[in-house]
């Protein structure tokens, strides 16, 4: 258990907890700052972010871990059932209330717009690592002659 704490989970919680905070806070200073002094949602708004957070975190684990060299195909391979896992939720949440008409939509936007953020950074922190680390293998040839 403790490999899988310092192997993956502890970075996973780690960003789960700062992802749902940072969310929480600016869905809060929204709400305030239009003059709504409570969650016109109440607890289930809580535990329906909680649940998009761990899918979303769910989705960057992986992007950055599934084998599949091509960056852009693993992209692909982790948007598509994510997605559908995200629609699945709202779809759930349409039993314990009525959905807004733009639920979907809203779902897919947000969604859509912050995986193609997370990708973007992504793929930027691995084309550095992959030219850094071309870079110092080229560096300790010039060393080793």
């Known amino acids: 258990m403790k490999k899988i704490w310092n192997g993956w989970l502890k970075d996973s919680v780690f960003m789960y907890c700062i992802i749902y905070t940072i969310t929480t806070l600016v869905n809060s200073i929204a709400y305030l700052t239009s003059g709504t002094y409570s969650d016109p949602n109440g607890n ?14 769910i989705a ?9 060299k091509n960056i852009f195909i693993r992209m692909i391979v982790t948007y598509i059932p994510t997605m559908l896992l995200t ?10 209330e009525p959905l807004a008409s733009s639920a979907y939509h809203d779902i ?7 995986f193609l953020i997370i990708s973007i950074i ?6 550095s690592k992959s ?8 560096e300790n040839k010039i060393r080793t002659k």
């Open 44 to 57: 289930w708004h809580e535990i329906d972010r909680a649940l998009i957070v761990l899918i979303g975190v």
């Open 60 to 68: 960057y684990k992986m992007a950055t871990k599934l084998p599949i």
């Open 87 to 96: 629609f699945f939720y709202i779809w759930l949440t349409g039993f314990r």
């Open 108 to 114: 897919f936007i947000n969604y859509t717009g912050l």
């Open 122 to 127: 992504t793929i930027v922190l691995e084309k």
């Open 131 to 138: 030219r850094n680390k071309k870079r110092d293998i080229k």
